[in-house]
């Protein structure tokens, strides 16, 4: 109800200073829409977890994306290890004449 009743958003600001005052970063669990996490956000909370980024997995799922988001990071960096094709300049295209 942080994006809808008055005491709960006076609630939850109070947690979040106490914990910023504290030295932590704060997680708000159970964000579930753009309203909630907007006033998270205004109230300076870190991060946010909850069915608006994504639904529970199962056991093998999480494992299934672990391993597609490894292999995708695997694949940027032999992208990126790879040489690049140089383009012609004017004084490289002289030397070809």
Known sequence: GIDSR????????AVIRMGQTLGHRLVAE????EAQ???LR???CNYGQG???GRPLDPTAIVDAIARSIEAQRSTEARSALPR???LSESDSSKLM
């Open 42 to 44: 205004a109230l300076g």
């Open 6 to 13: 008055r005491e709960s958003r006076i609630v939850t600001a």
């Open 37 to 39: 996490l907007n006033a």
């Open 85 to 87: 094709r140089r383009t």
């Open 51 to 53: 069915h608006l980024f």
């Open 30 to 33: 159970g964000v579930e829409t």
